[in-house]
Each structure stands twice: as structure tokens, then as C-alpha cells.
């Protein structure tokens, strides 16, 4: 995105900023290489919390400052906004404190997706902020007061950008390491203030060198751009609240994991859970063979299901399927089948594949699955997959379920 492209920029303007997160961390964060345990990634973003207070405090008396010596209301309004922000680092910092609270009886499951509330909280602050600097900068095209210029100014403001481009930085980088949208909204705020500070000191610029006033309208393309970083950060955190589908590469550990065991033969119906960061409940349906020793594979999946719990955390619950692979007839129609839609959509897979011979016909049972928003509804897709299947010498019926893929 326009966003997370601009990081790699930010890199090299805060170049050795990053040692003083790395040095805090080391001296208040026992264990801080080992971000897997709750209590280490909370203490993380406590720590960057308080950082981030400590630095829009330190802003918000210096553009107060600028602000009274410019006598410019961009500047002043910039010192609130800071003002403001120190209170949403107090949002991102209760909310990592609110989740860390243990499970009770009225939520099981823990408290973990208090922190996506607090990351929405500050996108709406972020909005808040947008909506009042494009209120300010249309009655400031219709009064255009004149900003004034100074040497101690022009420096306030060029620190007050490098503090923002550095907050932004440690957010964005602390926040993807501990998966924490609530940093990740802390980070685009920062951005979207940098920016902001920078449209100011530009404007201020122009008129000191050319007394032409452009102050109004930077701030007006300012107000869009926070804007719209308001609306991405907000979007980002209502996913998980509403339930996203997990990570690609999630999904590929889970696989890994699950068929690593010998008499597993395929997995589907994944469905991963998300209560919070690092409290994650997983259930899918796991193939062995029918044939097979039902006491040894019940023990197959008892390890699978211990594996998955310590490696990622979370609560695993694994449903055994058994399938038929000793009948050469039913082996040699589900091949046939799996042609079949294939052929109709290389996209669509197929699970629980039982064939029942009666007098008269061979009822072919099995379920597949589909996309979200498939091109085809599901009365049309099972129409299509009966006549395919009706046309398979043997007088053979087709019995679908479809169901929907919930992971990517």
C-alpha cells in the first residue's frame, strides 16, 4: 500500500533510532527474543505505549511553542493533535494491559481482542483529527491569515518530523513483529502526522520566501490524506473483530504440522478462530483410512493436536474422517469425480467421498469446497456436477454438499 511503501524511507531517516526501543527493551523486557509469550509481546507494547506518550507530550510543548511564535493556527492546531495522540497511545497501551487480563468464566476465551478495540479507537481518533484540520483548513481559505516565519520554528518543526517519522518507524516495526493492529494504527497515525507537520513546514516555507500563502490548502490535502489513513487503519482493525480468514502462512504451518503424522492422509475444513493475538482456536477434519487401527490414529491425532497447541499457541481440535482406500472400485470413481470438477473448476476440492451401491443406480456421496462470491451459485454448481457425473458409465448419481472455504 501507499503507506507501508514509505516505511523503507523512514529506515533511513531514523537510522539508529531503532536502538533505543532495542536498549529499553533489553533493560525492562525479561525474555524480550521470545515474542511467542503473551506476557513478552504485551510488555512490548506497554513499552512502546509509554515511549509514544512521552514523545507527543515532548511535541505538544514545542509546536505550542512554534505555534505562539508564528502565530500560526496550523502549528497550534498540530501541537493538539500531538496532544490528542498522547491520549491515544494511552488507548493503545490500555488495551494491551485490558487483554493481557487471564480468561474468567464470562469469557473463556480471554480478553485478547480488547486490543483490536483500542487499534479502532485511534483510527476513529485519527478520522476525528481529519474531519477538524479539513473543518480549519476551509475557514482558513476563506480568512487566509498570515502565517510568520522563524529560524527557531522551521528547526521545532523539522525535529517535531523526525520524532513522528521515528514513531512511525518503531510502530510499524514492533507493531508486524508482535502482530499488533493497535501499533499498526498508532504507526499510521504517526505517518499521517509527519506528513501533516511536513505540509505545514512547506507552507510556512512558501510564505516566509514568496509571501504566497498556501498554508489553507496544504492543510486541506493533509486533512484528505489523514483521512484516508484513518479509514485503511480503521478497516484493519474491524477484520479481525469481525473474523478475517488467517495468514496464508498460518495456514501452511497448520498443514505442515498435521501432515507430518504417518496415517494422516489430507486435511479441510480448517477453521481458525481468532480471539486476540496469540489465543487462536483451530478445528479442521483430518483423513485416515477406514480400514486402519481406530486406537493407534485416535493417538495420531492426540499428537497432532499437542503439536499444534505448542507450537502455535492455541486450542486445537482435530475431527478424524475416516475414507475408503482399499476398494478399487471407489478409489477409481472418486478419480473419475476429481476429473470431473477439474474440469469444471480447477479451484473446487472435494472431501468425504463415499460410494453406496443399490439394485437400481451407485449414489457417488461427497462434499466440496468453494470460494466466497464463487461465479457459479450453488444450485448451478450442483447442477452442473450432477450432469457430469450422470454422463460416467456405471449409472451413477451424483450427492453434493457445498460448502465455503474459510481460509484464503
Known amino acids: 500500500s501507499f503507506l507501508s511503501e514509505r516505511f523503507s524511507t523512514l529506515v533511513s531517516v531514523t537510522t539508529g533510532g531503532n536502538k533505543l526501543i532495542k536498549l529499553l527493551s533489553k533493560?525492562?523486557?525479561?525474555?524480550s527474543e521470545n515474542i511467542e509469550n503473551p506476557v513478552v509481546r504485551a510488555a512490548y507494547g506497554t513499552l512502546c505505549g509509554v515511549v509514544g506518550i512521552c514523545f507527543n507530550?515532548?511535541?505538544?510543548?514545542?509546536?505550542?511553542?512554534?505555534?505562539?511564535l508564528s502565530r500560526s493556527i496550523a502549528i497550534t492546531a498540530d501541537a493538539f493533535n500531538n496532544l490528542s495522540d498522547a491520549g491515544s497511545s494511552i488507548v493503545t497501551l490500555l488495551g494491551f494491559k485490558i487483554a493481557e487480563q487471564k480468561p474468567d468464566p464470562d469469557h473463556p476465551f480471554g480478553h485478547g481482542r480488547y486490543e483490536y478495540i483500542s487499534g479502532l479507537v485511534v483510527s476513529l481518533i485519527i478520522l476525528v483529527m481529519g474531519f477538524e484540520l479539513l473543518k480549519t483548513s476551509i475557514e482558513k481559505i476563506i480568512t487566509q491569515p498570515a502565517p510568520e516565519g522563524s529560524p527557531l520554528v522551521f528547526i521545532i518543526l523539522g525535529i517535531s518530523i523526525l520524532i513522528k517519522c521515528y514513531m512511525a518507524f518503531y510502530n510499524h516495526k514492533y507493531g508486524k513483529k508482535i502482530n499488533s493492529t493497535a501499533m499498526k494504527a498508532t504507526a499510521?497515525?504517526?505517518?499521517?502526522?509527519?506528513v501533516s507537520t511536513f505540509a505545514v513546514l512547506i507552507s510556512l516555507l512558501v510564505y516566509t520566501l514568496f509571501k504566497v500563502n498556501i498554508d489553507a490548502y496544504a492543510g486541506l490535502l493533509v486533512s484528505l490524506f489523514i483521512l484516508v489513513t484513518g479509514y485503511k487503519s480503521a478497516k484493519e482493525t474491524i477484520s479481525p473483530l469481525l473474523g478475517q480468514p488467517p495468514s496464508e502462512e498460518l495456514v501452511k504451518k497448520i498443514e505442515h504440522i498435521v501432515m507430518s503424522y504417518e496415517g494422516i492422509l489430507g486435511i479441510h475444513d480448517l477453521i481458525v478462530h481468532d480471539y486476540g493475538p496469540g489465543r487462536l482456536v483451530i478445528s479442521l477434519h483430518a483423513e485416515v483410512s477406514a480400514s486402519g487401527n481406530i486406537l493407534e490414529l485416535h493417538d495420531v491425532i492426540d499428537n497432532a493436536e499437542r503439536q499444534l497447541k505448542e507450537e502455535l499457541s492455541c486450542i486445537a481440535v482435530i475431527h478424524m474422517d475416516p475414507i475408503v482406500t482399499d476398494d478399487e472400485s471407489a478409489v477409481e470413481a472418486k478419480s473419475k469425480v476429481l476429473d470431473l470438477l477439474h474440469e469444471i473448476d480447477p479451484v473446487i476440492s472435494m472431501h468425504d467421498f463415499r460410494m453406496v451401491t443399490g439394485p437400481t443406480h451407485t449414489n457417488l456421496i461427497f462434499d466440496i469446497i468453494v470460494p466466497f462470491k464463487y461465479r457459479m451459485s450453488d444450485s448451478e454448481l450442483n447442477a452442473a456436477i450432477c450432469k457430469s457425473v450422470s454422463q460416467i458409465p456405471g449409472n451413477y448419481f451424483a450427492v453434493v454438499q457445498i460448502d465455503k472455504s474459510y481460509v484464503m
Open 27 to 31: 533493560w525492562f523486557i525479561k525474555g
Open 188 to 194: 499510521f497515525d504517526s505517518l499521517s502526522d509527519s
Open 57 to 68: 507530550l515532548i511535541l505538544f510543548t514545542i509546536k505550542l511553542i512554534a505555534g505562539q
